[in-house]
């Protein structure tokens, strides 16, 4: 070996290295943010269900068809929601390339989206609810 091969070898060797850790780390950032996003999309899930079960005990339906209504919306916004996070999953892992504002803009509005899907939820079970009782009144007229 050449005393000049050396150097460059050393410089190759230590590349190699490189490369190496940046791609061990890419990975586990992949891994950290794949569960933090399962994690996000896991307590969405029991936040919709602790407000729909809020919301069936504060109000109790008062006859079998709200009842079903109110059992069917729910149904709609588990799948809903489900979507959603399927969407989140699909969109939301890959980290951003440096110098992408637009994807980390979005990475970092996953969970606000999360947040503002449970809240209009929830204004469209009030809506459904008064829709039900008005036809409910409305049918019991003489």
């Known amino acids: 070996m050449d005393h000049d091969e050396h150097p460059s070898m050393i410089r190759l060797v230590f ?3 490189a490369v190496g850790a940046s791609a061990a780390c890419a990975a586990a950032t992949d891994d950290v943010q794949r569960q933090l996003l ?3 999309q ?3 899930e029991l936040r919709l269900r602790m407000q729909q ?3 069936r005990a504060a109000q109790p339906p008062q006859t079998p068809r ?3 209504q109110r059992r069917m919306l729910e149904a709609e916004q588990q799948q809903r929601l489900g979507e959603l996070q399927e969407r989140q999953a699909r969109e939301g892992i ?3 390339p440096p110098g992408d504002m637009h994807r ?3 990475r970092e509005r996953l969970p606000q989206a999360s947040s ?3 809240k209009r939820y929830e204004r469209e079970r009030q809506v459904e609810i008064q829709r039900a009782r008005e036809a409910d009144a409305a049918s019991s007229k003489p």
């Open 15 to 17: 590349f190699i290295c």
């Open 38 to 40: 399962q994690r996000e």
């Open 42 to 44: 896991s307590q969405t």
């Open 53 to 55: 079960q809020r919301e």
């Open 66 to 68: 709200e009842d079903v």
């Open 94 to 96: 890959a980290p951003a």
């Open 104 to 106: 980390e803009i979005e």
């Open 116 to 118: 503002e899907e449970l």
